[in-house]
C-alpha cells in the first residue's frame, strides 16, 4: 500500500483500523476503540466488510467503509493526525508516510516484520500515553502554492450541496499535479462562507447570480427552483469565467468523480471551441427524453463565447423539464449543427454514468458522474470521498442518505434497515423512514439477535435517477 499526498487544510482527526472479525485481539481492539473515542475525534476504518460488526461502530460519517476503492482509505491514513492499526500493511504504509502510527501486532510474524521496518509494537493500554492523542498546537494551515498551470473548472452550488461541493474541488486537488483555479457559482452566500472555512487556501473566484445575469435578469432567475437556477446558469458563468480569464476550461456538476486528472481533455479540447460528451445511452429511447448529451461536463475556450451566449439566451427564455425540453440539457443537440469547432468526446471514459454502464464493455472509468446508485457499486466512490472530505475539513458537510447507501452494500445489518426504511416505502411511493446514526446503530444491534432478513439485493434495486 502506498499512499497519496497529504490533502492541505485538514483537521486533526485520528484513524483506527480493527483486526479481522474473530480474532483473539478483537476484545481488546474494542475496548481501545472505545476509550480513544471518548479522548479525540475517531475515524474507524475496517479494511473490508469481513471486519464488522464491530462494537462501537455505527453507520454514517464515524465509519469509513469502502473495500471497493482502497485509495480512499489511503487519503484517510495519509490525512490523519495519528494512526491505530491492528493490520500490518496499512500501518507500514502510515509509517513510511511519517504518519503517527500505533502498532497492535496480532502474531509473531507480524511482529518481526514490524520489526524490521523499525515500526514500534504494542500490546496493552498501559502502553499507551494518552498524551500523544492531545490536540496539536494551533497553526496557521500551510499556504497552497498558486500557479498559473492549474487546470481551471467551474461548478454550481448552494448550502445543501456543499458537501458535494468540497467533495469534488479537494478529488480535482488530489488528482491534479497543480492546484486547480475554481469558478463557483454560490446561489446563496453561506457557500461562500463554508467554502472559506474548509478550504481557505484554495484558488477561488466566487461568484453570484446578480453579477452573472445582472440584476433585471437574476430576479427572474431566482424564482425558479434550486435546480432549475443551476441549470439555467451554466452557460453564463462559463462565459464570465472566460471574459475574465481567457484559458480553456471545464464545466463540472458536483457529483462527479474523478479516478485520475481530466488533464487529457483539456489536451482534447485544444482542437475545438468545444467539447460535449454524447450519453452514449444504454437504452436509445431514452435520448429521446434527456437528449444526446449530458449538460454535467462542458469544456470550452475563449471561441466558444457565441456557443455560450446563445445557450444563456435559451436557457434564460426556458429552463424546465416540461414540453419535451429536459432543462439545459436538449438546447446542446442543436450546438453542433449551429457552431462550428464544437467536438465530442469519443473515448468514453470521462463522465461515465448509470445512463451508459452496460455499453462499457470494460473499458476503464476515468471519472464517474453518480447521480444515483448503480447497480456495479461506482457511485460509491464518489460517496466515501464526500464522507471522508466532511471529516477531515473543517465545517466540512456530507449526506448521510448518499453514505448509507453506500455502506450497506458492504454492512448486511445495515442493509436489512436500509430495506425497510427506503426500499419498501419507495415501492409504496412514500417518503423514506429518516433516522439518526445513532438510530441505525440501535436497530442493527436489534437485527444482529435476530438474524438476517431479507437481503441487500433488493435494497438495492432502488430507484436509479435522470441522467443529468
Avoid at 492541505?8 to 481488546?28: A, I, L, Q, Y
Avoid at 498551470?149 to 448550502?159: P, T
Avoid at 445511452?281 to 475563449?302: C, I, W
Avoid at 464493455?361 to 466515501?384: C, I, L, M
Wanted: net charge positive.
Amino acid at each position: 500500500m502506498q499512499l497519496p499526498r497529504k490533502l492541505p487544510n485538514t483537521r486533526p482527526v485520528w484513524v483506527f483500523c480493527p483486526p479481522e472479525k474473530g480474532h483473539s485481539e478483537r476484545d481488546f481492539a474494542e475496548s481501545l476503540y472505545k476509550e480513544v473515542r471518548s479522548r479525540v475525534p475517531v475515524l474507524l476504518l475496517p479494511m473490508d466488510a469481513g471486519d464488522l460488526p464491530f462494537e462501537g461502530a455505527k453507520p454514517g460519517r464515524e465509519t469509513l467503509l469502502s473495500p471497493r476503492f482502497p485509495e480512499i482509505a489511503s487519503q484517510a491514513i495519509a490525512n490523519a493526525r495519528g494512526f491505530l492499526s491492528f493490520r500490518l500493511e496499512p500501518a507500514l504504509a502510515a509509517h513510511r508516510a511519517n504518519v503517527p502510527t500505533l502498532y497492535f501486532p496480532t502474531n509473531e510474524s507480524d511482529k518481526e516484520k514490524a520489526f524490521a521496518e523499525r515500526l514500534p509494537c504494542f500490546h496493552s493500554l498501559d502502553e499507551v500515553s494518552w498524551e500523544w492523542f492531545a490536540p496539536p498546537a494551533s497553526t496557521s494551515p500551510p499556504e497552497l502554492a498558486l500557479s498559473e498551470k492549474g487546470l481551471c473548472f467551474a461548478a454550481i452550488s448552494d448550502r445543501h450541496f456543499v458537501g458535494h461541493l468540497l467533495g469534488w474541488m479537494t478529488n480535482l486537488t488530489a488528482v491534479e499535479a497543480a492546484p486547480p483555479l475554481f469558478h463557483i457559482l454560490a446561489l446563496d452566500k453561506a457557500t461562500i462562507t463554508k467554502v472559506k472555512k474548509a478550504l481557505p487556501h484554495c484558488q477561488v473566484r466566487f461568484h453570484l447570480l446578480d453579477e452573472l445575469w445582472g440584476v433585471e435578469k437574476a430576479v427572474r432567475i431566482r424564482k425558479r427552483s434550486i435546480m432549475s437556477q443551476a441549470c439555467s446558469s451554466k452557460a453564463v458563468l462559463l462565459k464570465t469565467a472566460l471574459r475574465e480569464n481567457p484559458r480553456p476550461i471545464f464545466y463540472s456538476d458536483t457529483d462527479l468523480y474523478f479516478f485520475k486528472s481530466p488533464g487529457s481533455l483539456f489536451t482534447d479540447l485544444k482542437a475545438h471551441s468545444a467539447l460535449l460528451f454524447p450519453h452514449y445511452h444504454d437504452q436509445k429511447r431514452n435520448a429521446l427524453r434527456y437528449g444526446n448529451f449530458n449538460a454535467g461536463l462542458v469544456g470550452v475556450t475563449p471561441s466558444a463565447i457565441p456557443f455560450l451566449e446563445w445557450w444563456a439566451d435559451r436557457c434564460y427564455e426556458n429552463c424546465t423539464e416540461h414540453e419535451g425540453r429536459f432543462w439545459d440539457q436538449s438546447y446542446l443537440d442543436l450546438a453542433p449543427r449551429l457552431f462550428k469547432g464544437i467536438g465530442l468526446n469519443t473515448d468514453r471514459s470521462h463522465n461515465v454514468g448509470v445512463w451508459n454502464l452496460e455499453g462499457q464493455n470494460g473499458r476503464p472509468v476515468s471519472s464517474y458522474h453518480a447521480t444515483q446508485v448503480d447497480g456495479e457499486g461506482w457511485f460509491e466512490a464518489k460517496a466515501a470521498w464526500d464522507q471522508l472530505m466532511s471529516v477531515l475539513l473543517e465545517g466540512g458537510d456530507f449526506s448521510l442518505e448518499a453514505t448509507l447507501q453506500q455502506q450497506a452494500r458492504h454492512w448486511p445489518a445495515l442493509s436489512q434497515i436500509c430495506y425497510w426504511t427506503r426500499y419498501v416505502p419507495y415501492r409504496l411511493h412514500i417518503p423514506p423512514i429518516k433516522l439518526s446514526a445513532h438510530a441505525y446503530a440501535k436497530l442493527m444491534k436489534v437485527v444482529s439477535v435476530i438474524g438476517k432478513g431479507p437481503g441487500r439485493r433488493k435494497f438495492n434495486r432502488d430507484k436509479i435517477a435522470s441522467p443529468h
